[in-house]
């Protein structure tokens, strides 16, 4: 069967460069406290570090937030690549454990409009998490809403966040520098996203 669904990871995948949250950190001037907290692996800290970063967010509005979006690093050949395979009738999805206002933002300006994320509440500072294998679940509930198979599915990530995720997809490409232990992964280190969609229209080619 023909891919059906491509879902994208965010940071280090369609962004390049510093990630959403460091980008939006340093235009309110948390940049180096958000390098460290790039850098840490225990999920109390995860949480204590978003936490921390709602109250940026917060007492700079969301208006304030989302304004230093502009400045987002984007992949080479994105806008191109995902416009074609919309093009080719492949539905486009994002799966990221950054924040929503930044990956609504990305998806609003690729056309896309299926995502999920962490999500922050600038009213009540609640917080609905995503990790990695929130990814992993979005992408099994999109393949039962569409009414496909994981297996017509292709997913794009760098890190090993996405390594679940792109275990049980048809398709599994991999953009980070370091190649995952998978068995089922293509892998294109900082690959342009117009071969990442030319690999995808390959591989439908051949099924």
């Given at each position: 069967m023909p891919i059906q669904l491509a879902i994208f990871d965010v940071d280090g995948t369609?962004?390049?460069?510093?990630?959403?949250?460091?980008?939006?950190?340093r235009g309110l001037g948390k940049y180096e406290r958000m390098?460290?907290?790039?850098?840490?692996?225990?999920?109390?800290?995860?949480?204590?570090?978003?936490?921390e970063m709602a109250g940026?967010?917060?007492?700079?509005?969301l208006e304030g937030?989302?304004?230093?979006?502009?400045?987002?690093?984007?992949?080479?050949?994105?806008?191109?690549?995902?416009?074609?395979?919309?093009?080719a009738g492949i539905q486009l999805a994002l799966a990221?454990?950054?924040?929503?206002?930044?990956?609504?933002?990305?998806?609003?300006?690729?056309?896309?409009?299926?995502?999920?994320?962490?999500?922050?509440d600038f009213t009540t500072r609640n917080i609905r998490h995503a990790w990695g294998d929130t990814k992993s679940e979005y992408m099994h509930e999109l393949a039962e809403a569409l009414g496909i198979a994981t297996t017509e599915i292709a997913a794009v990530g760098d890190s090993p966040g996405d390594y679940e995720m792109l275990r049980g997809a048809g398709?599994?490409?991999?953009?980070g520098?370091?190649?995952p232990d998978l068995t089922n992964v293509t892998h294109l280190p900082d690959a342009d996203i117009r071969d990442v969609w030319k690999t995808?229209?390959?591989f439908e080619s051949r099924r």
């Open positions: 369609l962004l390049r460069g510093d990630t959403a949250c460091q980008t939006v950190a390098c460290e907290m790039e850098r840490i692996k225990d999920v109390e800290q995860i949480v204590a570090a978003r936490e940026w967010y917060i007492d700079a509005g937030v989302k304004s230093h979006l502009s400045d987002l690093q984007w992949a080479p050949g994105v806008r191109e690549g995902t416009a074609e395979l919309k093009d990221s454990v950054t924040w929503s206002f930044a990956v609504e933002h990305v998806a609003e300006q690729l056309g896309i409009s299926r995502f999920r994320s962490t999500e922050l398709l599994a490409i991999f953009v520098n370091e190649p995808i229209l390959n």
